[in-house]
């Protein structure tokens, strides 16, 4: 199993910056891909970016493009998310998540979930 805990949610202004992180924990050594979603109250859990595990590949829905960055750091099992330039209506529990599995799609199938950090952005 993998285990997953994200930290680095908080209060920011709009146009301002956080860092999320996600360390992952146990069999890390099968991962492919890891993801980040949000899921705002009232609203569908969505995509919003994805790293490949060992490589360079990024993936980002088209609402994060040139704000927020996905990264990893492999030797301390930790993935990222910065987020610049921040919006009301990033406001949302972001989660991080997990998968074994060679991509067959960035934006879902996932198998492991962390229990997610919250995000508020004012106005």
């Known amino acids: 199993q993998v285990q997953l805990v994200e930290s680095g949610g908080g209060l920011a202004q709009a146009g301002g910056s956080l860092r999320l992180s996600c360390a992952a924990s146990?069999?890390?050594?099968?991962?492919?891909?890891m993801g980040w979603f949000r899921q705002a109250p009232g609203k569908e859990r969505v995509f919003v970016a994805a790293i490949r595990w060992s490589g360079s590949s990024t993936y980002y829905a088209d609402f994060v493009k040139g704000r927020f960055t996905i990264s990893r750091d492999s030797a301390h099992n930790t993935v990222y998310l910065q987020m610049d330039s921040l919006k009301p209506e990033d406001t949302a529990r972001y989660y991080c998540?997990?998968?074994?599995?060679?991509?067959?799609?960035?934006?879902?199938?996932?198998?492991?979930w962390g229990q997610g950090t919250q995000v508020t952005v004012s106005s």
């Open positions: 998540a997990a998968d074994p599995r060679p991509a067959i799609s960035w934006d879902n199938e996932y198998d492991y």
């Open positions: 146990g069999r890390t050594f099968s991962l492919y891909k």
